[in-house]
């Protein structure tokens, strides 16, 4: 499918319009199930509430229930529900505030809207009324604890028997999902390009930070997690969470990893450059190298943790190759050396969460996959099945606390520390591509952004 993105929203309705009755169907297929083998007589998904920081009225920002965002594109929208009765034609309660202190959300009016019944309401009062009478016949699903105004006295909250078979699902992607996740891989990477640019032209944190925003039309709350931005050793801080405003006087290296939604699916893209062509260069390059070969090892009914542990493997050679530690590859891994340079998870799953749900979920009944002691931060260890969608993020970085600790653990010998000192300034390297998985192969939809761009 030829993807003629809108220049503002980045999306195809067009392309949308077509591919989403299907994956409604597959929703309402799965809620008829978990309808037809449970007490309840209804499904209501609340889209969310706004929250307001203590002992004032100021809000923040507004972050839609992604069980809600998986029916409905409805992302800046608080207040909704959805009523869904199995056979049924599925009810939007739709939240239009009269209120002058701010602008209520449009009257609805896209591709989705002639498969709901919309009922229009102004107030949270006027909801009741157009929920099922009998509470004990309904389930509600929220991500966040409520008040009691807007639950309406449902009891029956986040079943987990019901959050385990949604979680599970998931991780599949239907056609939709997939072109959703496709073209916010293409917003971001608008964003990429020009911040790639700034960096070259000596420009600071901030400014690369809203340069950014701009070009993916994207305001800082509308992102999918905070940017991050990082010049020089700032890149070796996994979520390094401030923009310097200041330019920096000698740049050396950028760590980029920044994301962007839609319709409520995200990106999550990093990419590492260095100011010079140099010895930094070539370790950015034999880490590109590396990622690509991990990608190429992709392939259905292996395990996620078999492409970590694979990572470690070319990770150590990398080590090794760069003088940064000695020891066999064996040695390096046994003594966690890898894990001092490569201290976080190959990937995981992505979709209506940047950190998406189930990557330790065995089975639809909740059966939970142990995590690995020697890799707590892995947040992904499912068997690979089509049309799942993950990272793969392999990185390598001059952490102090880590190096500190490889002291304390008596394993520090096997540290170049004058090595280390070389890779130091320049903080790290992250390379990360979002990864669709095919019966042979996979879509690499950030690869495939960047090369429709040069
Ligand atoms: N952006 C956070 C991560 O890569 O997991
Ligand atoms: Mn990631
Ligand atoms: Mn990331």
Avoid at 74 to 79: D, G, M, V
Avoid at 257 to 262: L, R
């Amino acid at each position: 499918m030829i993807l003629r993105m809108n220049n503002k929203q980045f999306t195809n309705t067009k392309c949308l319009k077509k591919i989403y009755p299907a994956h409604l169907d597959r929703l309402k297929t799965e809620f008829d199930q978990i309808l037809d083998d449970s007490q309840y007589q209804y499904a209501i998904i609340f889209s969310g509430a706004i929250k307001h920081s203590k002992m004032d009225d100021n809000p923040y920002p507004f972050r839609a229930n992604p069980y809600f965002c998986r029916w409905l594109p409805l992302i800046q929208h608080p207040n909704c529900y959805l009523v869904y009765q199995s056979g049924k034609k599925p009810i939007l309660i739709y939240f239009q505030e009269k209120d002058f202190w701010h602008k209520s959300v449009e009257f609805p009016s896209s591709y989705w809207v002639k498969y709901f019944k919309v009922i229009i309401v102004s107030s949270i009062k006027e909801v009741s009324p157009h929920l099922p009478s009998n509470n004990k016949e309904c389930f509600f699903i929220t991500d966040d604890l409520v008040d009691e105004k807007y639950t309406n006295g449902i009891n029956n909250i986040n079943p987990i028997n019901v959050i385990n078979i949604l979680n599970y699902s998931r991780t599949t992607k239907t056609k939709y999902e997939i072109e959703c996740l496709r073209a916010a891989s293409k917003r971001a990477v608008s964003g990429h390009l020009i911040a790639k640019n700034k960096f070259k032209n000596g420009a600071s944190e901030f400014d690369i930070h809203l340069s950014y925003c701009k070009a993916t039309n994207h305001s800082e709350n509308e992102l999918p997690y905070k940017n991050i931005i990082a010049i020089n050793e700032n890149a070796s801080i996994l979520h390094y969470q401030h923009y310097m405003k200041n330019k920096t006087n000698n740049p050396s290296s950028f760590l980029i990893d920044a994301g962007a939604c839609v319709n409520g699916y995200a990106a999550d893209i990093t990419r590492t450059y260095a100011f010079k062509n140099n010895e930094f260069q070539s370790l950015i390059d034999a880490m590109d190298k590396v990622q690509q070969e991990i990608i190429n090892l992709i392939k259905i009914d292996i395990t996620f943790i078999e492409l970590h542990l694979n990572a470690h493997e070319k990770i150590a050679k990398l080590i090794q190759q760069f003088g940064l530690a000695n020891g066999s590859i064996e040695s390096l891994i046994s003594n966690k050396i890898t894990n001092t340079f490569f201290p976080h998870g190959l990937g995981h799953f992505l979709g209506l969460q940047v950190h998406d749900v189930g990557g330790f979920l065995e089975n639809s009944q909740g059966k939970k996959i142990q995590k690995s002691k020697q890799h707590p931060n892995l947040r992904l260890n499912r068997k690979i099945e089509k049309n799942q969608i993950f990272t793969i993020e392999p990185g390598l970085y001059a952490i102090d606390l880590l190096i500190n600790k490889a002291k304390i653990d008596g394993t520090s010998k096997m540290l170049n520390i004058e090595k280390i000192a070389w890779l130091k300034p320049y903080g790290g390297i992250r390379i990360e591509d979002n990864i669709r998985v095919l019966d042979e192969g996979v879509e690499n939809l950030t690869r495939d952004a960047f090369a429709e761009r040069y």
